[in-house]
């Protein structure tokens, strides 16, 4: 068992109020905050990033799915994946190593011993359209 995502690698930082953050007014303060709140200072500590991803075929990719780069290195691990039918193409969230987090890097995610293209792409997948009055 892998353990728990830190909010700056699961890309949560958005579910932190300000207060408690660093350079907040009451900066820490909860359980865990030096751990989350050394990671927020220091970005490059990280071990894995939250990415979506987008397959390039038809192959819907499932949770735990094994995520390699194109030299075929173990970079992390599909959680959860399925057809995403607004966009028509199979989509996936997982894990990846920061190196390849940045969007648009073509990573191969292994479904029933076959490599299955997979780019990293923009989350959410499909832009929001509703009006913030």
Do not use: C
């Not at 992390?76 to 969007?103: H, N, Q, R, W």
Request: overall charge positive; hydrophobic content about 40%.
């Amino acid at each position: 068992i892998a353990p728990p995502p830190a909010p700056g690698g699961a890309a949560l930082t958005w579910a932190m109020q300000r207060v408690p953050r660093p350079g907040g007014a009451r900066a820490g303060g909860f359980p865990g905050a030096d751990k989350v709140l050394a990671q927020l200072d220091n970005p490059a500590s990280l071990t894995r990033k939250r990415v979506g991803l987008v397959a390039l075929e038809r192959v819907p990719v499932r949770e735990h799915t094994e995520l390699q780069s194109l030299d075929g290195q173990k970079i992390g691990e599909v959680t959860s994946g399925l057809l995403g039918p607004t966009i028509d193409k199979p989509v996936a969230m997982g894990y990846v190593l920061p190196a390849f987090a940045p969007l648009g890097t073509r990573i191969n995610a292994i479904v029933r011993g076959k490599a299955v293209p997979m780019e990293v792409s923009a989350m959410p997948f499909v832009p929001t359209r509703y009006y913030r009055g």
